[in-house]
């Protein structure tokens, strides 16, 4: 029997109708055991730059610290208590006030690693010895040469301590040759002015006296400083003369002030 034409093409569309359905089933998807993750999104830039690396050390000055030298340094030379300071007749523009010495000398502190009372009281009672309470930067009496700064080191100490400072390596070799120009160049940065006095104790003083000031207590303390003055500062004082009381005064104002 023939099967009409109109039958077979009406069996053949309901084939297709049927077969369109099944593939649109996605139950294949959803059972798929192992499905592939989409990836996540990309974190967005930051717009801060990484921190540098730190070097382990820190030339930062805490106001609280900064603020208990100025202190101490008006109890110890008081003429420094004053705002602005008041100049030597013989020494225009060379003063300072406790307010102005007192960043200077902590940040020599640290550079030169000066952390016990005594190397603390030892540095900074020279200093206000030597320039009559930060008055003086230059001698005047008797008007030396290329000596100065605020432990008022003699020509060659402030060429070897202008030779340490990285700063002025540009214009060191002129400088070498000339005494007051390499004093010019030391005094006209606060940080170099008042650093003398800690670079000279750790560079110059023999490590006996070193030992004795870091090392020392309240029992100690006077003989390490009197060690200091005699065989590093070499003040020309005979062994088993007295100490100038001039220099007592600071130094036991120093030890005590800086105690706190």
């Known amino acids: 029997m023939k099967i009409p034409l109109f039958a077979l093409l009406l069996a053949l569309t309901f084939s297709l ?13 959803a059972d798929d055991p192992d499905p ?41 030379a008081p003429a420094t208590a004053l705002e602005p300071c008041k100049d030597a007749a013989q020494a225009p523009g060379q003063c300072s006030s406790a307010s102005q010495a007192a960043g200077p000398i902590l940040r020599s502190f640290q550079k030169y690693t000066i952390e016990s009372v005594a190397e603390k009281a ?28 605020r432990n008022m080191q003699m020509p060659d100490f402030n060429k070897k301590y202008a030779t340490s400072i990285e700063e002025l390596t540009p214009i060191l070799t002129p400088l070498s040759y000339n005494i ?34 870091k090392k020392s207590d309240d029992g100690t303390m006077d003989a390490a400083w009197e060690m200091y003055l005699r065989k590093c500062v070499n003040i020309g004082i005979e062994e088993g003369a007295e100490i100038p009381e001039e220099r007592k005064k600071y130094w036991i104002a120093a030890k005590e002030a800086l105690k706190g």
């Open 36 to 76: 592939v993750p989409s990836a996540p999104p990309a974190p967005a830039p930051s717009s801060s730059p990484p921190s540098p690396p730190s070097n382990g050390t820190s030339t930062t000055i805490s106001p609280a610290a900064e603020a208990a030298l100025i202190a101490a340094l008006k109890t110890i």
């Open 17 to 29: 109708l049927a077969f369109a359905q099944d593939g649109d089933d996605d139950s294949c998807f």
């Open 180 to 213: 007051n120009a390499t004093l010019d160049a030391l005094v006209k940065n606060p940080d170099y002015d008042f650093g003398s006095a800690a670079w000279f104790l750790r560079n110059e003083c023999d490590e006996g006296t070193q030992t004795a000031l």
């Open 122 to 149: 030892a540095v900074v009672s020279l200093m206000v010895f030597e320039t009559a309470e930060f008055k003086y930067q230059r001698n005047v009496f008797p008007g030396r040469p290329g000596q100065g700064t």
